[in-house]
C-alpha cells in the first residue's frame, strides 16, 4: 500500500481547442478538450490538466466555460491555469470546477499571488507552474509561455513558492517539451529532492521508459504528458501496466 | 430521498453536486439553519483550511442544527474536513473547537513524507464496512490534505498509511466519513457515494 505516481494527461487549449506545438510554438489543432477529458476519464488518468495558452500570452481573462464543460465530465481531479493572475481569476477557475488552479508568469512577478489562492482554497489547490530552461550550470525560470527569462533559478524558485503556499510543483523543462526524447530527469530530481511537496514533471515523454526513468531516477510523484496521449501513440492503461510490471507503484485501472 | 448538501462557501461542493447527480440524486444545496434542521440526509463536504470551516459553521450558525441533527440520528457524510471536524479539535487551527463528536484530535501528517499527501492511496480495512461494500480491497481513493486523524478510537473502519496511519474511513452510528474525496476517485468513489445513498433511502 503506497500513494501512486500519477499519470496526468495534459490539455494546452487557446481557450476553446486543444492545440499543440514544439518548444511553446508552431501551435496545431489537436481537438476538443470535451471528448478528450472524457476518454482520459474513462482509460484510467489519474488527473488532468487544463492550461489556457493563449490566455497566457493575450493576458486574455481565462476559458471558464471549457473549465465547466470539462469538468461535468470527471469523477478525477482537474487542475486549471493559464493567465491566473488575482485571486479573483482564480475563484472563477474553482467555481467552474477547477479542485486546483496553477500560477506561471503571474506569481513570478508577485509570489503573494500564491499564498493569497493558498490562504483561500489551501495549498493542495495551488499549483506553482515553473517553466525551466538549463542555463549553463543552472536552471533559469521562463515566463510567458517559456520565451522570456525570468532571471531566477528554478530550484530557488521552486523552495520559494513553497515557501509561499504552493502545494505542488508543475515542472516543465522547456528544453525538453515538444521534443519526445525524454522527461528531463537531473532538472526533476534537483526540484524535488529541494522541495517538500509533490513534484509534476512536465516536457519530453514519449515512450513508456521515460515515464519508468522520471519515476525512479527524476524522483516525480506524477508525470504529464500531451500530445502522446491525444495522437493515441500511447494508452493510458498500457502505459500504467508497463510501470507496474517494473514495480512502480500506480493505480490500475479496473 | 432528500440530500441536503452543506454549502458553507468554501470546498468542493459542485464537484460532490456533480457526483450525486451522475447516480441520479438532487442534492439540496444549502447553508440554512432550517434546511439542515429538516434535512433527511448531510453530506458535509470540505477541503482547504480546517478554520474557513469551522468559522463558516459557526457565522452561519449551522453549528448547532447540525449537531442535534447528527444526534437525532440523520446519516451524515463528511468529506475531507468534513471528516476532521468531526472531532474535538485540529492541530491546523487549534484555538478553534471541532463539532466534537469523536474523541481525539487531528494532527499534521509528519514531515517525513511529501506533503500534502495528494494523490490516489489504498485503505487498510480494520472491520467490514457498509460505506466500502462491493469495493475491491485494493481499490484506490483520491486523497488531497496534510492533516488526519492519526490517532482514532475505534470509529474508523479503514486506514491509511502515509507517514503515519490515519482515519481513512468512519462509521459510527449514524456519523460515516471519509478523509478521500469520493466524488473525485472514479468508480470506487461514485460506488462509495452510492453505498451511502442507499443507506439513506
Known amino acids: 500500500m503506497s500513494l501512486a505516481h500519477r499519470i496526468i494527461p495534459c490539455l494546452d487549449t487557446d481557450g476553446e481547442r486543444v492545440v499543440k506545438g514544439v518548444n511553446f510554438v508552431g501551435l496545431r489543432d489537436a481537438g476538443d478538450p470535451v471528448a478528450l477529458a472524457a476518454r482520459y476519464n474513462s482509460e484510467g488518468a489519474d488527473e488532468l490538466v487544463v492550461l489556457d495558452i493563449a490566455a497566457s500570452r493575450d493576458r486574455r481573462p481565462t476559458f471558464l466555460e471549457t473549465i465547466r464543460r470539462v469538468a461535468a465530465e470527471l469523477a478525477i481531479p482537474l487542475t486549471a491555469g493559464g493567465g491566473i493572475r488575482s485571486l479573483e481569476d482564480g475563484r472563477a477557475v474553482v467555481r467552474a470546477g477547477a479542485d486546483k488552479v496553477t500560477v506561471n508568469t503571474a506569481a513570478v512577478e508577485r509570489p503573494e499571488l500564491i499564498s493569497e489562492l493558498s490562504g483561500e482554497f489551501g495549498a493542495q489547490a495551488v499549483v506553482l507552474a515553473i517553466d525551466a530552461k538549463r542555463d549553463g550550470d543552472h536552471w533559469d525560470v521562463r515566463v510567458r509561455g517559456g520565451r522570456d527569462s525570468a532571471n531566477r533559478d528554478a530550484i530557488e524558485w521552486a523552495k520559494l513558492g513553497v515557501a509561499f503556499g504552493a502545494g505542488e510543483i508543475l515542472l516543465t523543462s522547456v528544453d525538453r517539451d515538444g521534443t519526445q526524447i525524454g522527461f528531463d530527469t537531473p532538472l526533476t530530481a534537483a526540484i524535488s529532492r529541494a522541495v517538500s511537496v509533490p513534484v509534476i514533471a512536465s516536457g519530453g515523454a514519449k515512450l513508456p521508459e521515460h515515464f519508468a526513468e522520471i519515476f525512479s531516477e527524476g524522483a516525480a510523484d506524477a508525470a504529464l504528458a500531451a500530445s502522446i496521449f491525444h495522437d493515441n501513440m500511447q494508452s493510458i492503461r498500457e502505459l500504467k501496466q508497463f510501470l507496474a510490471a517494473r514495480h512502480i507503484g500506480v493505480r490500475l485501472p479496473c | ?201
Open chain 2, 1 to 201: 430521498m432528500n440530500v441536503t448538501l452543506i454549502d458553507y462557501g468554501a470546498g468542493n461542493v459542485t464537484s460532490v453536486e456533480r457526483a450525486l447527480r451522475r447516480l441520479g440524486v438532487e442534492s439540496l444545496r444549502s447553508n440554512s439553519t432550517q434546511s439542515i434542521a429538516n434535512a433527511e440526509s448531510i453530506i458535509l463536504p470540505g477541503v482547504g483550511h480546517y478554520s474557513a470551516l469551522i468559522r463558516a459553521l459557526d457565522q452561519q450558525n449551522l453549528r448547532a442544527p447540525l449537531v442535534d441533527a447528527l444526534h437525532r440520528g440523520v446519516p451524515f457524510l463528511g468529506i475531507c474536513l468534513g471528516l476532521q471536524a468531526l472531532y474535538r479539535s485540529s492541530e491546523e487551527a487549534p484555538e478553534l473547537h471541532g463539532l466534537n463528536l469523536l474523541p481525539g484530535r487531528v494532527s499534521q501528517l509528519p514531515a517525513s513524507v511529501k506533503l500534502p499527501h495528494m494523490g490516489w492511496n489504498q485503505l487498510r480495512l480494520a472491520r467490514p464496512s457498509r460505506l466500502l461494500e462491493g469495493i475491491s480491497a485494493d481499490a484506490f481513493f483520491y486523497f488531497a490534505h496534510s492533516f488526519a486523524a492519526t490517532e482514532p478510537n475505534g470509529e474508523a473502519v479503514a486506514s491509511c498509511d502515509y507517514g503515519a496511519n490515519f482515519a481513512a474511513v468512519i462509521e459510527q452510528r449514524n456519523i460515516f466519513a471519509v478523509q478521500f474525496h469520493p466524488e473525485k476517485s472514479g468508480e470506487a468513489g461514485a460506488r462509495l457515494l452510492h453505498n451511502f445513498l442507499r443507506l439513506v433511502a
